[in-house]
């Protein structure tokens, strides 16, 4: 069922009441699948940060915290930050060709990355805009044209290679085709589809900000281009033909002028942390743990969001990843309360958004404690605690950041019989590196990634409720054992608190930190000769003979496509690596 946002906001209120009246205090199978079964539905739109449904996911929390008889921090329990803005077009947008003014999102579009500009210029065609010089294709657009101060012209996507993989992947996208047109002199760049590559036509959507590049960038129909082509006489469809037909450079003089303005506007999104605290000794230099996994998800998906489907716009549920650990931190605050008498400790309870953009909430929060540093005895973080798998395998992650924390997990898990994965690095891609970062030790719960991760499979009918419920009250007697005993938790560091520095390569920002294969020889993707110890791919578990064959569910298929996604990451930046391991497919999280 679905319910609009009026609706929604109502049945938080009155589902927190019943809640409030019907309240367990022990951790049941029944409210696990009750926060889920809201914070994962379709109403709530994927939750991504910025939305009215990131609110109504938060107020949800933050009510549900409440109702457990727990004090609400900040405003209500929301601590309130900004985060990274949306684009929309902006009022001054504009093409006129031939004294015809033709229309945004009709006609036209601006890509995400251009430069706000006003251009009146001459257009020059260049066919896909290569500049391409490697052992196997020679392949320049640009040989022989002046687009000093003019518009390009170029088509987007690639000829279709004869071979398993395209010798081209690495120069297609349309950021690499405008930055190769920037580096020849262009002022600004026009790209149309042409009917092989998409035959609908379907022209750019303005999303998340991707940053700019120098000069306007915009996506025209072929209706149009074919106006602009018309003294040439040749149309989209047969420059198109003839460039995946004879796989050579087509490069023109249009002698006609255009008028472009490029507008677009980046609106400004706060988003919240949900934090509550459970006081049991109110002195000035009371003890703290904190517990939390952060709620929000990647919305409807699309490019930059994280998606690995990313060219389809669905609902992203984020039942695992994460209400699963959000369910959790909400169930073992509810029975903490309810056996405080016999605390020891206090504890805060948290729930961090824009996770997935960069863990910025709980970066947002450690910035901004509500106590002193020194009053954090451990951080429990709580990441994908849905999908228990056959094996019984439960991941604990930071187990090196003090030196009891190994035999702890080990004897309560004497009562669950779990197969233990233990790792002792801090630092890792969710929130519990933030807290390592400011020498707090940390565990990092998991039952590992799988292949719905960061897809429209995420939903509600995939979580193990059984796997589920076991972890939850693991989790739980490990936060109960911290809070009873006296044993002191003394911080060790456990690897690097920041990721490696990039090497090699001047253009790339990051590394994965292993040796690829450069021959080519193997056709369904990369494969990894050789996993640098201690490196990123190490630390997520690659292995030395994985073939990656995606990096944040875009294609790699050679070194070529692997070294051109690798100038699009970031420092610091979380992705998704599916490889294929003795002919099945994984799925690995790397913290660049």
Same mark, same amino acid.
């Given at each position: ?13 009155? #589902? ?37 449904? =990131? ?18 921090? !900040? ?9 990274? /803005? ?15 003014? !033709? ?79 920037? =580096? ?40 149009? *281009? ?22 050579? $450079? ?25 934090? $509550? ?45 994460? *209400? ?41 929060? #450690? ?25 019984? $395998? ?40 933030? @807290?390592?970062?400011?020498?707090? /030790?940390? @565990? ?8 719905? !991760? ?22 739980? =007697? ?13 911080? #060790? ?22 040796? /690829? =294969? ?75």
């Amino acid at each position: 069922m679905k319910l609009n946002l009026s609706a929604l906001i109502i049945f938080v209120f009155l #589902t927190s009441c019943i809640n409030a009246q019907q309240i367990n205090k022990d951790i049941t199978k029944d409210e696990l699948y009750h926060h889920i079964h809201f914070l994962a539905s379709d109403s709530l739109k994927g939750r991504f940060p910025g939305t009215a449904e =990131d609110k109504v996911a938060a107020n949800y929390i933050a009510k549900n915290f409440k109702n457990s008889n727990l004090e609400l921090l !900040y405003n209500n329990g929301l601590q309130e930050f900004e985060i990274r /803005p949306t684009l929309i077009a902006g009022q001054n947008n504009l093409l006129r060709f031939n004294n015809t003014s !033709y229309s945004l999102n009709s006609d036209f579009s601006p890509y995400p990355f251009s430069i706000n500009k006003e251009l009146e210029a001459e257009i020059v065609f260049a066919g896909y805009g290569f500049n391409i010089k490697t052992d196997s294709i020679v392949w320049d657009d640009y040989t022989g044209i002046d687009l000093t101060g003019k518009w390009v012209m170029i088509l987007l996507s690639s000829p279709k290679s004869n071979t398993a993989f395209s010798v081209y992947e690495a120069f297609s996208s349309a950021r690499s085709k405008a930055t190769a047109a920037e =580096d020849h002199g262009a002022a600004g760049v026009i790209l149309v589809s042409g009917p092989t590559f998409d035959k609908d036509d379907k022209l750019v959507k303005i999303e998340n900000s991707q940053g700019q590049i120098n000069i306007p960038v915009v996506q025209i129909k072929r209706e149009l *281009a074919d106006k602009i082509l018309k003294k040439s006489g040749h149309t989209i469809l047969d420059l198109e033909s003839e460039l995946n037909s004879e796989k050579k $450079s087509i490069s023109f003089s249009l002698n006609e002028t255009i008028k472009i303005i490029t507008d677009l506007q980046e609106v400004k999104n706060n988003t919240f942390n949900i934090v $509550s605290q459970l006081i049991v000794d109110s002195s000035e230099n009371a003890k703290f743990i904190i517990i939390g996994g952060h709620y929000d998800h990647l919305g409807f998906g699309g490019i930059g969001t994280g998606s690995r489907n990313p060219n389809v716009t669905s609902v992203h549920y984020g039942a695992d990843d994460n *209400a699963s650990g959000v369910s959790a931190v909400l169930e073992i605050a509810q029975k903490l309360s309810s056996t405080k008498d016999q605390l020891k400790c206090n504890f805060i309870f948290a729930a961090f958004g824009a996770e997935e953009m960069g863990l910025l909430g709980s970066k947002h929060f #450690t910035q901004n404690l509500p106590i002193k540093n020194n009053q954090i005895v451990a951080m429990i973080n709580i990441d994908m605690i849905g999908r228990m798998k056959p094996d019984n $395998s439960l991941q604990i992650g930071g187990i090196g950041t003090t030196t009891i924390s190994d035999s702890l997990v080990n004897m309560i898990n004497t009562n669950y019989n779990f197969k233990l994965g233990l790792s002792k690095e801090g630092y890792g891609p969710s929130d519990h590196s933030s @807290f390592y970062s400011i020498n707090i /030790p940390v @565990f990092f719960l998991s039952t590992g990634a799988h292949t719905d !991760y960061h897809t429209p499979g995420d939903s509600l009918g995939n979580i193990n409720f059984d796997g589920l419920f076991q972890v939850t009250n693991y989790i739980h =007697d490990l936060a109960f054992n911290l809070a009873t005993t006296k044993s002191q938790l003394l911080f #060790t560091e456990a690897g690097s608190k920041a990721p490696s520095p990039a090497m090699g390569n001047r253009k790339m920002k990051v590394t994965f930190g292993i040796m /690829p =294969d450069f021959s080519g020889v193997e056709k369904r993707g990369l494969r990894v000769d050789l996993v640098i110890e201690g490196k990123a791919a190490d630390k997520a578990g690659m292995k030395t003979g994985d073939i990656i064959i995606a990096i944040d569910g875009l294609a790699v298929k050679d070194i070529y496509g692997y070294m051109e996604r690798l100038t699009k990451l970031e420092l610091g930046q979380i992705i998704t690596v599916e490889v294929i391991r003795e002919n099945e497919n994984k799925v690995l999280i790397i913290q660049l």
